[in-house]
């Protein structure tokens, strides 16, 4: 069974910093490209930033680029997304996605986690 699980999320002042981990199991990743996604109240959920699974190829999207890092520690199947810097904007339900290198549609989600910034 397949199991991305996100963690880290919480309220933080803005100009704050949080950590988020996606710990990802139930099979091999290896031709996988990780992502996270976010969605705020009332908007569409949209990517933030992704990696393949190997730790190459790194994509952030322009609003986060130089404030939001993705990673990943391949010997603990985590996938890690810095975020410095925040703002109120980036408030949103953060979700942890994986899809196969080859497709463009992402098979498998975590069940969010709730980061909040504060003003």
């Known amino acids: 069974q397949v199991q991305l699980v996100e963690s880290g999320g919480g309220l933080v002042q803005a100009g704050g910093s949080l950590r988020l981990s996606c710990a990802a199991s139930g099979r091999s990743f290896s031709n996988y490209r990780m992502a996270w996604f976010r969605q705020a109240p009332g908007k569409e959920r949209g990517l933030v930033a992704s990696i393949n699974w190997s730790g190459t190829t790194p994509y952030h999207q322009d609003s986060v680029k130089g404030r939001f890092t993705i990673s990943k520690d391949n010997a603990k199947n985590l996938v890690y997304l810095q975020m410095n810097s925040l703002k109120p904007e980036d408030t949103a339900v953060y979700y942890c996605?994986?899809?196969?290198?080859?497709?463009?549609?992402?098979?498998?989600w975590g069940q969010g986690t709730q980061v909040t910034v504060s003003s």
């Open positions: 996605a994986a899809r196969k290198l080859e497709s463009s549609d992402y098979d498998y």
